[in-house]
C-alpha cells in the first residue's frame, strides 16, 4: 500500500474506529446468542430469579401524594413561601359549596330549602379511629362580636357604585375596663364560619317564615353586617346573575351561594395517609376528609328532594377525588389492551399452520414487558426514587417498544434462515440472529435511554422521577428482549422443529406440515407498494414535496403554540364538579384567584410607613383587587382612637406601638385580623406584644385569561412587595397564592421543553454517530427525528394542544421513540452491500420494513385505548403519540428511503448482514475454533 494510501480521511478514520466497536458489540452479541441457544431453560431461570430479587426493592417503594413535590419546581419562590407559610402560620381553609339556581332565588321558598340544606348539613357525622366528627368539630371557628358591630346602608343611583361603604373605625371597647372588657372577650362564644344568606334572620325560623320577597330583597341589599357573628359582609356577593332596579339594588338574582369553611392545620397533615395517588389532594385531616365525602353524598340527593330548583356542588376533595377517578379509573383499559396487543403479536408473528401458531411467543413478548416493569419499580424504589402519578402510563409505552424489539428478531431471523445453510447449527443461527438484531436493538435502547436521562435534568420533580422510571424501563425491556426472549424463542423454534403443536405442545404431529417460506401476504403487498409506488421517480418527488410542505406548514404552526396549563382540565366533562365549576363561572365571572402578602420578622413600628406606601402601590396596580389590608385598617384605628397618625415617623415608642396594635386585634374593628399575625406567645386580651413574628395581607388576582397576563402579573405584585426597602429583622415578604404553583410550572415549563428537546436532539445525534459507522447517515438519521418532533409540535398546536408539563413529559418519550424507526432503517441500509442505492433502499425497506411498521402498530395500538380515556393526562398523552407514530414512520419509512435511494452513503466496510453460505461456513470456522463450539 502506498503511503498516501496510507492516509485516512477523519471520515474514514472514524468510520474505522467506529467499525471496530460496532464488530466488537457484534461480537459479544454472537456468543451471548449462541451461549442463550445452548441453555435456554438456564436463562429463563436465571431471568426470572433476576426479577424475584429486584421485587425486593418494592419494600422502599414510596408514592410520592404532596402536589408541592410533585409539580412545583424545587428552587421555585412558590416552593419556599409555602414552606416558609406552612412553618408560620401552618393553617388552611377548605370550602364546601353548594350553589342553587332558580328563575329567581330572592324567594320564601329558596330560603326554606336552604334552611333544611343547613341543618342537614350541621347535623352530618363522620367516623373515625371511634369517635365522631360534626362540622362543629371541624369548621374554622370566628368569635361572635355582634355587640359592637354597625351595619349601614349605601344607596346609589348605580349599580356599579353600591359597593362604596363608609368603615366606622371607632372602637367601643375604649369606654370599658380593660380587665372587664377582657372577661367579655374571653367569653365570646365562637361559630362556624359559612357565608349563608339565613345569617340575615340571625337563623331564628320564625322570623323566616314570616318574610316576604320584599323583605328579602330589602336585607340582602342593606345588610352589610353579618347578624350573627357581628363581622362586616356584603350579602350581594352571593348573588349571581343579579338584575338591578332603578335605585341599584338588586331585585332579581338567577343563583345563591352557600359556603362552609374548613378548618386545617397544615403541620398536622400525613400526605401519604390523606393524598391521592396523582398528586391533587391538598392538605386535609382524615377525618375532615370522611365527613367531605358525607356532604358530596348528601348534595348528590338534592335534584331529588327540590324538583324545581339546580344544585351543583362541590367540597374540598372534588378536585382530588374527580380527577384522580380519571386517572385510575381508566386502568381497566391496560388490561383490555394487554389482551388485544396479545391478538395483535399473535397474528403478527404467527402463520397459519398448526406448527408456527406462536402462542407462547407472543404471550412471553408480553410477559417480558411485565418483567422489564416490575424490576423497573423495584431498582427505582431501591434508589430511592418516587413513583409519581403519570408513571400509570409508563406500562402502555413499555409495551410499544419491547414488541418492537420482538418483531426487529424475527424479521432478522427471517433474514438468517433464507441466508443460511440449513444443516447450520441452531445455536449459531440464534448467535447469528442476535448478532445483526443487537446492534440494531443497542441503537434503539441506547438512544431512547440517552434521551430519557436528559428529560431527567428537568426541575420539574414529577417529570424528573417518570424520565428516570422510563428510561430503567427502556433498559430492562432490552435486557429481557436480548436474554429471556431469546431463550423462549429458541425453545419455540425447537418445538416447531419437533413438530410440536403450537397450542397443545405435547401433541407431536406425526406427518410434516409444510412451513411458511417467511414472506407474508402483507409483506409482499409492501414490497409491491414501494416497487411500483414509493420508488417511482413521481412516487419519490411526491414524497419529497408533502414532506417539505408539511414541515413548512408545521413550522408555520409552532409559532402559533401557546403555553397553558389549566387545572381544570384534569376535570373530566360530565362530572359534578365539572358543572358546578361551569356553573360557577358563568354566573360569578368576576370571581379571581386569593392571594396574599406575606411578612416576616421585623419592627413592624419603625417599618410601617414602608409597608403603609407598598400596600398604597399594590391598590394601584390593574391586578390586585379587594386588598384587605391591616395595615390601613390600624391606620385608621389609631388615627380615629388615639388621634396618633402612624405615618407621620417614628416619633411613637415600640411599646406604644405594640400595645396599640394588641388594643387593635381584640377590637370588634380589627378581630378578624388576629389569625393574620404570629406571636412568639400567644396573644392574649390585654397582655403585651414585645415582637410580631409574622403578618398577612389578603387580595385578590382578577380572572385572567392565560399565561400571558398571569405570569406578569405575578411578578409584578411580586416585585412590588420586594422592593420595598425593609432594615430591620429578617426582611422577608413575598406573595403567596394556590394558584402560583401552577403558573410558576407555567413560566418554566416552555424553557424546560425547548431545552430538553434541544439536548435530546443533540444526545440522540451523538448516540447514532457512536453507534452507526456512517457520519452521512447519521445525519440523515438526525434529519428524520428533528422533521417528526417538528410535525409533532406543528401538529400539537392545530390539534389544539398547548405547551404543559404533560405535553412536556410527552415530548421526552417522543424524541426517544421516533429515533426507532429511522435507526433500525438506516442501519439495515448500511448492511446491504450488493445493488445500486435504489437497489439497496428497496431490499431495506423490504427487510425490516415490516417489523418496523409492526413495532409502529404494536406501539399505537398499545396506547390506542388511553384515546378513550378521560383523563387529560391519557388523552394528551394518546395525541403526541399518535403524531409521533405517525409521521415518526413516514419519515422512517419514506422520506429516509427515498433519500437514501438518491444520495445514500455507500455500504460498511464490513459487511454485517452477510447471512451468504461461504461466509457462515468461514464464519462456522472461526467460530468453532474460537469458542470451541
Request: glycine fraction near 6%; include cysteine.
Amino acid at each position: 500500500m502506498s503511503e498516501t494510501e496510507k492516509i485516512k480521511t477523519p471520515q474514514q478514520l472514524w468510520e474505522k474506529i467506529s467499525s471496530i466497536f460496532v464488530h466488537f458489540v457484534e461480537r459479544i452479541f454472537f456468543v451471548l446468542g449462541v451461549l442463550i441457544a445452548k441453555n435456554p431453560w438456564r436463562t429463563i431461570a436465571f431471568s426470572w430469579i433476576f426479577v424475584i430479587l429486584s421485587c425486593g426493592g418494592l419494600y422502599k417503594f414510596y408514592i410520592e401524594k404532596n402536589p408541592i413535590k410533585l409539580w412545583v419546581p424545587p428552587d421555585s419562590d412558590f416552593y419556599h413561601d409555602t414552606n416558609w407559610y406552612i412553618e408560620n402560620f401552618g393553617t388552611m381553609l377548605r370550602m364546601q359549596r353548594i350553589l342553587i339556581t332558580a328563575d329567581n332565588v330572592l324567594e320564601p321558598e329558596v330560603l326554606f330549602a336552604i334552611k333544611n340544606i343547613t341543618k342537614h348539613v350541621e347535623y352530618m357525622k363522620a367516623e373515625y379511629d371511634n369517635k365522631t366528627y360534626s362540622i362543629n368539630d371541624l369548621c374554622l371557628k370566628v368569635p361572635i362580636v355582634n355587640f359592637g358591630a354597625s351595619s349601614w346602608k349605601s344607596r346609589s343611583d348605580e349599580p356599579e357604585k353600591k359597593n362604596k361603604t363608609h368603615v366606622d373605625y371607632s372602637d367601643p371597647s375604649l369606654w370599658m375596663d380593660t380587665s372587664f372588657y377582657c372577661s367579655l372577650v374571653e367569653n365570646f362564644d365562637e361559630t362556624c364560619l359559612q357565608n349563608n344568606v339565613l345569617d340575615l334572620w340571625s337563623n331564628k325560623e320564625e322570623l323566616l317564615y314570616n318574610t316576604t320577597k320584599n323583605d328579602i330583597i330589602a336585607r340582602v341589599n342593606d345588610i352589610k353586617v353579618n347578624p350573627v357573628t357581628g363581622h362586616p359582609y356584603d350579602y350581594t356577593k352571593l348573588l349571581g346573575g343579579v338584575e338591578y332596579d332603578i335605585n341599584g339594588d338588586i331585585v332579581i338574582a338567577k343563583s345563591i351561594l352557600v359556603t362552609w369553611y374548613m378548618y386545617v392545620n397544615m403541620t398536622d397533615v400525613n400526605m401519604n395517609e390523606v393524598g391521592n395517588l396523582i398528586g391533587t389532594e391538598e392538605w386535609t385531616s382524615v377525618p375532615l376528609a370522611l365527613w367531605e365525602k358525607k356532604f358530596l353524598e348528601y348534595a348528590e340527593t338534592l335534584h331529588e328532594q327540590y324538583k324545581d330548583l339546580n344544585f351543583y356542588y362541590e367540597s374540598g376533595r372534588s378536585f382530588a377525588d374527580t380527577s384522580g377517578e380519571a386517572m385510575f379509573g381508566e386502568m381497566g383499559k391496560l388490561f383490555t389492551g394487554i389482551f388485544v396487543m396479545f391478538i395483535y403479536v399473535l397474528l403478527a408473528i404467527s402463520r397459519w399452520n398448526w406448527l408456527e401458531f406462536r402462542l407462547t411467543l407472543g404471550g412471553v413478548g408480553l410477559m417480558s414487558v411485565g418483567m422489564a416493569y416490575g424490576c423497573t419499580i423495584g431498582w427505582c424504589s431501591l434508589i430511592g426514587i418516587p413513583f409519581g402519578p403519570v408513571h400509570s402510563s409508563l406500562p402502555f409505552l413499555l409495551m410499544g417498544l419491547g414488541l418492537d424489539d420482538m418483531f426487529v428478531m424475527n424479521a432478522c431471523w427471517k433474514i438468517v434462515v433464507s441466508s443460511t445453510d440449513p444443516a447450520t447449527s441452531l445455536p449459531l443461527k440464534i448467535g447469528h440472529m442476535l448478532e445483526h438484531a443487537g446492534v440494531s436493538i443497542v441503537i434503539t435502547s441506547f438512544t431512547d435511554i440517552v434521551a430519557l436521562l436528559v428529560g431527567a435534568i428537568t426541575i420539574l420533580p414529577s417529570l424528573k422521577s417518570f424520565c428516570l422510571y422510563a428510561a430503567m424501563g427502556v433498559f430492562f425491556i432490552f435486557i429481557f428482549s436480548v436474554t429471556f426472549f431469546v431463550a423462549v424463542f429458541t425453545l419455540d423454534i425447537k418445538r416447531i422443529e419437533a413438530r410440536r403443536n403450537g397450542v397443545f405442545f405435547c401433541y407431536q404431529h406425526e406427518r410434516d406440515i409444510k412451513l411458511s417460506d417467511g414472506e407474508t401476504f402483507f409483506s409482499k403487498i409492501l414490497a409491491k407498494f414501494y416497487e411500483n409506488i414509493v420508488f417511482t421517480l413521481p412516487g419519490k418527488i411526491v414524497i419529497i414535496l408533502f414532506t417539505l410542505i408539511v414541515t413548512g406548514f408545521s413550522i408555520e404552526s409552532i409559532f402559533h403554540l401557546e403555553q397553558r396549563f389549566d387545572p381544570q382540565w384534569f376535570i373530566p366533562d360530565n362530572t359534578y364538579y365539572k358543572d358546578f365549576l361551569n356553573s360557577y363561572e358563568h354566573y360569578y365571572p368576576r370571581e379571581g384567584n386569593p392571594a396574599i402578602v406575606t411578612l416576616g420578622d421585623m419592627n413592624y413600628n419603625t417599618e410601617f410607613k414602608k409597608l403603609h406606601n407598598m400596600v398604597k402601590e399594590l391598590k394601584k396596580e390593574s391586578y390586585v383587587a379587594d386588598m384587605d389590608s391591616w395595615v390601613e385598617t390600624f391606620h385608621q384605628y389609631v388615627l380615629t382612637n388615639y388621634n396618633h397618625n402612624l405615618l407621620n415617623g417614628s416619633d411613637l415608642s415600640d411599646e406604644k406601638f405594640n400595645r396599640y396594635l394588641s388594643q387593635f386585634l381584640f377590637s370588634p374593628v380589627g378581630g378578624k385580623y388576629q389569625f393574620q399575625f404570629r406571636f412568639p406567645e400567644p396573644l392574649q386580651c390585654g397582655g403585651t406584644i414585645n415582637q410580631t413574628l409574622a403578618s398577612l395581607m389578603s387580595f385578590t388576582f382578577p380572572r385572567f385569561e392565560g399565561p400571558e397576563t398571569y405570569i406578569p402579573a405575578m411578578h409584578t405584585v411580586k416585585d412590588t412587595v420586594k422592593n420595598t426597602n425593609i432594615t430591620t429583622g429578617s426582611g422577608y415578604r413575598s406573595v403567596w397564592a394556590k394558584a402560583f404553583g401552577n403558573w410558576a410550572t407555567d413560566e418554566v415549563i416552555a424553557v424546560e421543553v425547548e431545552r430538553n428537546v434541544e439536548l435530546a436532539l443533540l444526545c440522540v445525534m451523538l448516540c447514532t454517530i457512536v453507534l452507526i459507522t456512517n457520519i452521512q447517515m447519521c445525519l440523515w438519521i438526525f434529519i428524520c427525528v428533528l422533521l417528526t418532533i417538528i410535525n409533532v409540535l406543528g401538529f400539537m398546536q392545530r390539534w389544539g394542544m398547548t405547551v404543559d408539563i404533560v405535553c412536556c413529559i410527552g415530548l421526552e418519550l417522543a424524541i426517544g421513540l421516533c429515533v426507532d424507526y429511522a435507526a433500525h432503517v438506516g442501519h439495515t441500509f448500511l448492511t446491504i452491500k450488493e445493488g445500486t442505492r435504489n437497489e439497496r433502499a428497496l431490499k431495506t425497506v423490504t427487510s425490516i420494513g415490516t417489523a418496523v411498521l409492526l413495532g409502529g402498530g404494536s406501539t399505537f395500538l398499545s396506547l390506542s385505548f388511553l384515546s378513550q380515556s378521560k383523563a387529560y393526562t391519557f388523552q394528551s398523552f394518546f395525541k403526541i403519540f399518535f403524531l409521533v407514530i405517525l409521521f415518526g414512520l413516514f419519515n422512517g419509512l419514506l422520506f429516509l428511503p427515498v433519500v437514501l435511494s438518491f444520495i445514500g452513503p455507500k455500504r460498511s466496510s464490513r459487511n454485517k448482514a452477510d447471512f451468504s453460505p461461504e461466509a457462515v461456513e468461514l464464519n462456522n470456522t472461526k467460530n468453532n475454533e474460537q469458542n470451541g463450539l
